[in-house]
Nanobody, 124 residues
């Protein structure tokens, strides 16, 4: 059974950085296209970034482009999200997701497995 566990969230000030991690167990990370999503209170879950199985292709939401970087270390079965220049509007519960496919997607409904999320809170 595939399990995803996120970590690295916390309370930071605007302008600070955080790095989120997502460890997969049960299967090897290299078999999955991966994505990060987030959900703020009272809002729908939204796409943040995705990465191909090899890590050669990435894609970002406009709201985080230039500030966030998604990466993966398949040897360590770990997905990352480096978040720089954090803003209050980045406050949300962040989820990693795995998709049993070659192609990446921004659609949450097309991912097969989800973690429980890690909270990121940015204060001004």
């Amino acid at each position: 059974q595939v399990q995803l566990v996120e970590s690295g969230g916390g309370l930071v000030q605007a302008g600070d950085s955080l790095r989120l991690s997502c460890i997969i167990s049960g299967r090897t990370l290299s078999m999955y296209a991966m994505g990060w999503f987030r959900q703020a209170p009272g809002k729908e879950r939204e796409f943040v970034a995705d990465i191909s199985r090899s890590g050669s292709r990435t894609y970002y939401a406009d709201s985080v482009k230039g500030r966030f970087t998604i990466s993966r270390d398949n040897a360590k079965n770990t997905l990352y999200l480096q978040m720089n220049s954090l803003k209050r509007e980045d406050t949300a519960l962040y989820y990693c997701a795995a998709r049993w496919a070659i192609a990446t997607t921004t659609s949450a409904g097309e991912y097969d497995y989800w973690g429980q999320g890690t909270q990121v809170t940015v204060s001004s």
